[in-house]
């Protein structure tokens, strides 16, 4: 198999850049990268005070759809933007018109959800790494990613985009994403900051929650992307957070981004978030993107300076509504973004479409995948057994990059599961496929084409089922069904009859194995009793299908773990057990409160069906030798891992902690280290996993902030949340 020790490699085929933009509680710099910050800040002061009202407001809202402007005379360019969270998107001109003549297909990594269930923040680094280098090649100065809104419900439309219902698992990602963009100079956008867990009526709902279930879940993330990843840029999201708009959002956007957090850079708007000129410009929104004209009725199309933060404000500043203080600091925080860009000095060209960005996006899906059920040791499928293969579902054949919304990509290429399957396959296997379903709106189960896959499963010597969710929008399929922007799940269930397709597979061969590709989790209730084999593919990138045919073929070991539950039923997930839903007067209260996720199922004893950080191997670890030794502030936890099985794999070894008495209810148990250990078969390593004093503290809301309470903690290593190998005790 691939080793993990690769990723080092790859990233090393990556020219790095040094960002000399730091967050106020970074790591520490040395003096030559001080004099760096003094003379950038100088040279901002100096540039502003050049500058007109006029071109002052220029910088503050957008100049085409995803640039903002610039200011020629001074040598100010335009900031260029683009997503999105898995490969640069396509062109589509300055204002939306298609451009059709550039060279814009890109590399296509897997999605969020993919890169979080590899639990290797190294994969995280290359894949920003990769945008970084795309961008760069494609004259962007800022990637609108990485998508970190916190997993709630399955049924979120843009799930797939995000990473993890987990905070500690979510920041781990989401720093080497942005470390990753940044080092190749190029500005990441930790978005959307905050509380954007749901697509319905993004742009109306309002989130209410308790500033225990803020801190705690919803801006760890957000914390850990300026503090540890020194994010150039936040995009405000579309919602309103108690009462107030995000992107109006004072205690949002200055009480704890700007202040508490320290973050030095610029907040974009989400495109058409900014809803007012006076609620926008006095509070810490710095960049207006996106706002519907049309709504603003100009009158004259796409004049970017009827923007809500455009040329309104020049009255508004000449007759003293506005400081131009407020509008300086604006500005400045903009021009911060372009000098860390190196919009001012020769920028790095980049690369695109290179082999190693490829190689990339196949190393992430083979650590992403996730082997949920492995009965019988149904897999591997050994090629010298079979002879003819049934491949059935519409997935299996289907290409996913270009849709979803924002994030969709124009792939270089996409190796869908059907053609990994059929590469692997070579002269040596026929390979029969059968749509089996079809993708179309209210599309129930078909029997005829039920009949004929159940004959191709019936006449091979093995057989695959891959299908699940699909991205989209289009009178083809059910309009809210689907994986995609703007756009919810209507419940948890499998589209377009599958369930009773999978029953008729797994009748016909109860080896059939399962493969789901989608954003999260599907009820499987109907036939997960009956499939000895089971796995989750997210949607796995430009690589998908090579990287699935492999671990299907044990050409390697699956390492995959998943970063969310999946219930065995939508009534199960907290978000609609312990809160209303659905959403009733645009009103969303998080009444789950710091119950999202494992922390509700093992709090409240409910059984999922495949439980956070669950995902099998084909081999075997066992866990010994735990030690626990506190000097300070610091506690370090050791533990021997072996490889007892027969094949190379890769376990994450996952540390929780529970607090044995807390003053305020806690979780049953909180993720808070893990380490991704690469062993070849009988060896061991010992390994170490750090924790600060804020692995044992929680945000007391009574005190407004966090503290550690003395008394007895229990630390737990296992190989998920719910199988626990190790367990030992200390006191605070
Ligand atoms: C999305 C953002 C995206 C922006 C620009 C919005 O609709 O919510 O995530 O970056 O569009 O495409």
Redesign the pocket.
Known sequence: MKSITTVAQIILLFVLTPLFFSSCESEATTDTEDVAVVDVEAQIEALISQMTLEEKITMIHASSSFTSGGVERLGIPELVMS??PHGVRHEHGRDWEKDLNVRDSSTYLPVGTALAATWNPELGYAFGSVLGSEANFRGKDVI?GP?LNIIRSPLNGRNFEYLTEDPYLNAQMVVGYIKGVQDQGIAACA??YVANNLEFEREKVNVEMSDRALHEIYLPGFKAAVQQGNVLTV?AA?NKFRGEYCAHNGFLLDDILKESFGFQGAVIS??NAVKGTMESVNVGMDLEM?TDLSMLGSGKELDYSKFHMGDTLITLVNTGVVDVAVIDEKVRRLLRVMFATNMFDERSPGAYNTKEHQQVARQIADEAIVLLKNDDKVLPLKKADIQTLAVVGANANRKHAGAG??SQVKAYYEVTALEGLQNLAGESMTVNFSEGYQIKKDGGADAALIAEAVRNVAAADAAIYVGGWIHGYSDEWNDNALDA?ATDKPDMNLPFGQDELIQALLKANPNTIIVLMGGGPVDMQAWKADAKGILQAWYPGMEGGNALASILFGLQSPSGKLPMTFPEKLSDSPAHKLAQFPVENLQMDYTDDIYVGYRYFDSYDVAPAFPFGHGLSYTTFSYEDLSIEKTGGLVTVSLKITNTGDMAGAEVVQLYVKDEDSTLKRPEKELKAFQKVLLQPGESKTIQLELKEDAFSYYDDTQNKWILEAGTFTLLAGSSSRDIRLEGQLDW
């Open positions: 997503d999105g609108l998508g978005k959307h995009m579309y989400d495109w996106g919304g924002s922007e």
